[in-house]
């Protein structure tokens, strides 16, 4: 029997990404290189008010296009009992319009045509009357007396508040700013973006009217859940809907939502009995699909004089838009804002939090981000900052003398969380050598001198994500866990089906690492399939930072399920007891002979051909994983930034991002997804924004409106890591697909900030537009004189 010396290339390795072969040379196969026989094409029309009742919907003259099929309105979904449908936060959200419109952008009704050109040109043709009602694109004015009630159908809805929610301990926190020595808050906005992928949302609906089976493509960040909620929704049998992601070019949590138009073309499919594509265009996916952020935020923290931070105190309004469709866990109703209290040893924490309806497209989904997270980072690391101005203290120093110390881990937070490891310490000392923040401290006051305007922004951030265990954590009541199913083919080489589904983080590969390391089989050997609800176990999807706490961990559990057996069937094979065997990778070997080895492909032929009398054959098996807790990735972040004052332009001089997140499985891919974070957090520290004008128009429904970093305006960036495992995964891996996104816009905006401190300027909401800082210099220097 042979024995396998190449090195395997498991945890550790950047292997090259699997997927890249079918990326690179265009063969990925995406939603709208779907095409089915008899296939028709849907087009939707948008209300182009943000409030109006709708007094009636014409669709003669759409119908009576050459190549029309159907023109669906609400009337018609209503008379289906599909006019509404749940969203992911338990609330209803119409499907196409029936009373009234809430949203600019909103589903009206929609054309299905042989032709997506023909359709496009009939829903011209549709003449909707509507009555203009007023607007609301604020929480302020959602409150405010005499406010137009966008939820008016509900009937237990008196005003457009959603919910208020709390954590933490009020008296303790009250206590705590009772003897403080020093209070510093904070007043901000952390504007709607947009995760804004390159590829928009889809679908292509098969409805077999012979068989009612239901095949959706869609573009879907969660396509088990999805299922779900369509069994549920249109009454079909489970078994017999099946959705496929194909390849997603990008999600960013933008593909997490159920969207109408889903369920049209769906609808569509059933009523006419042919398959039917809706293909969203940019302008759609910018105004009508989930947005991120949106919170207007007041944070307090309670310090002593020598810098100890005593408590913390935040309220919040959440602008959820007409529908409220965030995507997270039920028990908390603004996702994991509560992780507010971050890196510190904050021995009291007080979070309010109200929602509200607004006139403005429903959201709030995971932008890279874990549940809300982001904006909390953003909060608490303004806030320090501006402690540490108070205080005349070094903010590096401020953030040393609260971090929570490396032997207090597991920590409990003030709001209840139970950080699993963390040495915030080495991270910010690494950040600080790499930056050279002594030598730049000085420099800073050399170009002070000379009147240059040059500043340093630090932010230490903790994620918190894996959600998560079962006892918490549930979208819609399905318990957050995740799955995977391992089978081992007779000459040594394995599929991997797994419950999450890649949109670019490459877990065709790192999943098949995870296999590698624990059972030694090569990436290469190991097929990961995965979005096809029909051939991967469930899971709710992949979204948050979520897959290695969840799948991967699910993966190493399987594989070492499995590497049970492969080690009773080495013994036979080797005719030793099973306890003689050992597992020197990639080997099986008798212990104290290791001459004598066996391979995992030699077990695997075994399995199928000559294994043990009243055992059973083959060599597979699946594990659903109950993660013990969330994990939480930390690290910190530090730039250095010069303003021009005359134009307010700023510009990054160094950026150095040090990440912690645990074991790394793919070095490269990980360093990739830190990248990406990295300039998804400068594009929102820098340029994206959606807003709305007086009467609810989106101001943001273009890329000409809505700005993303290009290659030519994103900073280098300078990574370095540290490596502290999670003590309750199985590989002590966490995830890292959202920390940079979490992390870094706070520090570019303590940079910016940092450098107009001179000046007195302590506050300006992002993003920092050029325009922003020239005005906030302006007004200091208006104010000064
Ligand atoms: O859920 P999502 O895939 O977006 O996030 P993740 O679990 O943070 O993983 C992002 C990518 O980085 C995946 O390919 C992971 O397997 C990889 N990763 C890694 O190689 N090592 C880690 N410690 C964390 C993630």
């Known amino acids: 029997m042979a024995t396998e010396t190449d090195e395997i290339r498991g945890i550790g390795h950047s292997v090259r990404r699997k997927e890249d072969d079918r990326f690179i040379r265009g063969r990925g196969t995406y939603i709208d290189d779907i095409h089915l026989p008899r296939m028709l094409h849907m087009a939707i029309l948008r209300s182009p008010f943000a409030h109006a009742k709708i007094n009636s919907v014409d669709t003669a003259a759409a119908a009576a296009v050459p190549g029309v099929v159907a023109v669906v309105t609400g009337e018609l979904m209503a008379q289906h009992n599909l006019a509404w449908m749940p969203t992911m936060s338990g609330d209803t959200q119409a499907v196409l ?98 995760p804004a992928p390159l590829e928009t949302c889809g679908c292509v609906a098969d409805v077999d009217p012979a068989t009612g089976q239901a095949t959706i493509y869609m573009t879907s960040q969660a396509p088990h859940a999805i299922r779900t909620v369509f ?196 991270a910010m000392e690494m950040a600080l050598e790499k930056i050279g923040y002594d030598e730049l401290r000085k420099e800073q006051q050399q170009q002070r001198a000379d009147g240059k305007l040059w500043g340093i922004g630090l932010a230490s951030f903790t994620e918190v994500v894996g959600a998560g265990p079962h006892k918490d954590y549930d979208i819609l009541g399905l318990k957050m866990n995740d799955g995977a199913e391992l089978r081992i083919h007779p000459t040594g080489k394995a599929i991997l089906k797994i419950s999450s589904k890649t949109q670019g983080q490459g877990h065709e590969t790192t999943f098949a690492q995870i296999v590698a390391e624990e059972l030694g089989i090569q990436p290469e050997d190991v097929k990961v399939q995965h979005g096809d609800t029909d051939n991967t176990p469930y899971g709710l999807g992949t979204y948050a930072s979520r897959s290695t706490p969840t799948v991967g961990a699910a993966t190493a559990m399987v594989s070492r399920r499995i590497g049970e057996k492969a080690r009773k069937i080495a013994a036979h094979l080797l005719e030793v007891d099973e306890a003689d065997i050992e597992f020197t990778r990639p080997n099986f070997t008798v212990k104290g002979a290791p001459e004598k080895a066996v391979t995992i492909q030699d077990v695997a032929f075994a399995a199928y051909t000559n294994f043990p009398d009243g055992m059973e054959a083959g060599l597979e098996g699946s594990y659903y994983y109950d993660p013990p807790n969330l994990t939480f990735p930390f690290g910190t972040y530090a730039v250095a930034v010069e303003v021009d004052p005359e134009t307010g332009v700023w510009e990054v001089k160094r950026m150095v991002a040090v990440d912690d997140c645990g074991v790394r499985i793919n070095p490269m891919i990980v360093e990739g997804q830190i990248h990406g974070g990295l300039t998804e957090g400068y594009g929102i520290a820098a340029m994206e924004q959606i807003t709305f004008d007086d009467d609810g128009n989106c101001i943001g429904s273009n890329f000409v409106d809505y700005l993303l970093p290009t290659a030519w305006e994103t900073p280098r960036f300078e990574l370095g890591e540290t490596v502290t495992p999670s003590p309750h995964h199985p590989i002590g891996a966490k995830g890292v697909g959202e920390s940079a996104t979490v992390g870094s816009p706070a520090a570019y905006v303590n940079a910016v900030i940092d450098a107009l401190q001179p000046l007195g300027v302590t506050n300006i909401d992002m993003p920092l537009t050029s325009a922003k800082v020239w005005e906030a210099i302006q007004e200091a220097r208006a104010g000064a004189s």
Request: net charge negative.
């Open 97 to 194: 319009a029936t009373d009234k419109v809430r949203f600019q952008g909103q589903e009206v009704a929609a054309v299905v045509a042989e032709d997506p050109y023909v359709a496009k040109d009939a829903v011209e043709k549709i003449d909707v009357d509507y009555e203009p009602l007023g607007v609301v694109v604020s929480p302020a004015q959602a409150m405010a007396d005499g406010a137009p009630l966008i939820r008016d159908e509900k009937e237990d809805q008196k005003d457009n508040r959603i919910y208020h929610w709390e954590s933490g301990n009020k008296d303790d926190t009250d206590r705590a700013f009772a003897d403080a020595d020093v209070v510093v808050s904070l007043d901000t906005h952390y504007p709607r973006s947009h």
């Open 231 to 426: 069994a549920l929704v249109a009454g079909l049998p489970e078994e017999n809907i099946r959705i496929v992601s194909p390849d997603i070019g990008g999600g960013f949590g933008n593909k997490v939502p159920v969207y109408p138009g889903y369920v049209v073309a769906t609808a569509a499919s059933l009523l006419l009995g042919r398959p039917v594509k809706w293909i969203e265009d940019r302008s759609e996916n910018l105004i009508s699909t989930g947005f991120a952020r949106d919170f207007h935020m007041h944070g307090e923290m309670a310090l002593r004089s020598d810098g100890t931070m005593l408590g913390l105190r935040t309220t919040l309004d959440a602008d959820e838009g007409a529908f409220h469709a965030d995507a997270q866990p039920s028990k908390f109703k603004v996702g994991l804002f509560h992780i507010v209290t971050g890196s510190y040893d904050l021995p009291a924490a007080h979070v309010t939090a109200d929602g509200y309806y607004t006139n403005k497209a429903p959201g709030g989904v995971a932008y890279r981000c874990s549940f809300r997270v982001t904006e909390a980072s953003y909060l608490i690391e303004r806030l320090v900052q501006n402690a540490a101005y108070e205080l005349q203290m070094d903010p590096a120093d401020i953030r040393k003398k609260n971090f929570i110390p490396k032997d207090k881990f597991p920590y409990e937070s003030a709001t209840g969380f139970v950080y699993d490891s963390g040495d915030y310490h080495a």
